[in-house]
C-alpha cells in the first residue's frame, strides 16, 4: 500500500503545493547537496529544502530527540536500520549510494606508498571524523587497522566531529587526512588533482560505505517529502552522485 502512495506522489511530483521540507544528511553529502536540491526544484520550483548537515550518530540521536526531520540520508545504515527498528522511520532503510574513502594533503605529495605513507616522519597529525559518530570514521579506522598501520599513526589521529569538518582540518591544520572521495569532486575543492593532492584508499582495506535513506514519522503524510524520497532513489540523482565519486547500488 505504501509503495503505491510513493508512486502516486512520484506521479503527482509536478502539481505539489508549495511548501518547506527539512531533511537531515550526513556531512559527506554536503558536497552534492546543492546539484540534487537544483534539479528537485527544477520539477518541483515551489518546494523549499531546508538541509541540516552533521555526523550520521549525531543526527540521529537528533532524530530520536524529536527533531522535526522529514527525511533521514545517513553515511551508512545502521542508524537508518536503528531508528526504523525503534518505529521512527516508516520505511525500510534503502542504499541511495555508496562512499569511498581518500587520502588527501593540501600539498604536493607523493601517494605511491599508499596508506604506508601515513607512518612517514613527515606526517605528524592526520585528520579523520570521529569514529563513535561518523561511518567515514570507523570506515578510515578500519582501513589503517587492515593495512596494519594503527598502532604506528594512532597518536598521530585528529577526530573531527563530521567528514565535512575532517576536509577543513585537512585543509587547514593537519599534513592528511582521510576523507569521503565525494568531497574532492566539489567545486571549490577542483583545485586539488588525483594523484598529486589525494588517491583513493584501496576499497579492499575496508567495509563497503552503504549510504541508506529513510523517511520519518514526520514525514510520511508530507508529498512533497514522499517526492524527495523518491527522487534522491531515481536515475537523475544517482547520475549526479556519480559524478561526485559515489558508486551506485
Keep these: ?9 512520484w506521479l503527482l511530483v509536478g502539481s505539489l503545493h508549495g511548501g518547506t521540507i527539512t531533511i537531515a544528511v550526513a556531512a559527506n553529502m554536503s558536497y552534492v547537496m546543492d546539484e540534487l536540491k537544483m534539479e528537485f526544484n527544477r520539477l518541483n520550483p515551489d518546494t523549499k529544502i531546508e538541509v541540516t548537515l552533521g555526523s550520521s550518530g549525531k543526527l540521529a540521536a537528533q532524530i530520536k530527540n524529536g527533531a522535526p526531520y522529514g527525511l533521514f540520508m545517513a553515511a551508512d545504515m545502521k542508524y537508518p536500520q ?11 532503510p534503502l542504499v541511495y549510494a555508496q562512499g569511498a574513502l581518500a587520502m588527501f594533503s593540501s600539498k604536493t605529495i607523493d601517494f605511491s606508498k599508499g596508506l604506508e605513507l601515513l607512518k612517514s616522519p613527515t606526517i605528524s597529525k592526520i585528520a579523520i571524523a570521529n ?9 578510515a579506522m578500519e582501513a589503517m587497522k587492515n593495512a596494519n598501520l594503527l598502532n604506528d599513526v594512532q597518536k598521530k589521529l585528529v577526530f573531527a566531529e563530521s567528514i565535512a569538518q575532517a576536509v577543513s582540518y585537512t585543509l587547514k591544520a593537519t599534513d ?13 575543492m577542483s583545485a586539488y588533482k588525483e594523484n598529486i593532492h589525494w588517491v583513493s584508499v584501496d576499497p579492499k582495506l575496508y567495509t563497503p560505505i552503504d549510504q541508506g535513506v529513510v523517511m520519518l514519522k514526520n514525514g510520511e503524510n508530507n ?14 540523482a544517482k547520475a549526479i552522485m556519480k559524478k561526485f565519486g559515489y558508486t551506485l547500488p
Excluded at 82 to 92: F, P, V
Excluded at 223 to 236: G, H, M, R, T
Design 82 to 92: 536503528t531508528l526504523y527498528t525503534d518505529g521512527i522511520a516508516t520505511t525500510k
Design 176 to 188: 592528511m587526512g582521510v576523507i569521503a572521495k565525494s568531497s574532492l569532486y566539489s567545486p571549490h
Design 223 to 236: 508529498s512533497e517529502v514522499v517526492a524527495f524520497y523518491n527522487f534522491i532513489l531515481s536515475p537523475k
Design 131 to 139: 569514529p563513535q559518530t561518523a561511518p567515514y570514521g570507523v570506515a
Design 1 to 9: 500500500m505504501f509503495k503505491k502512495i510513493l508512486l502516486a506522489s
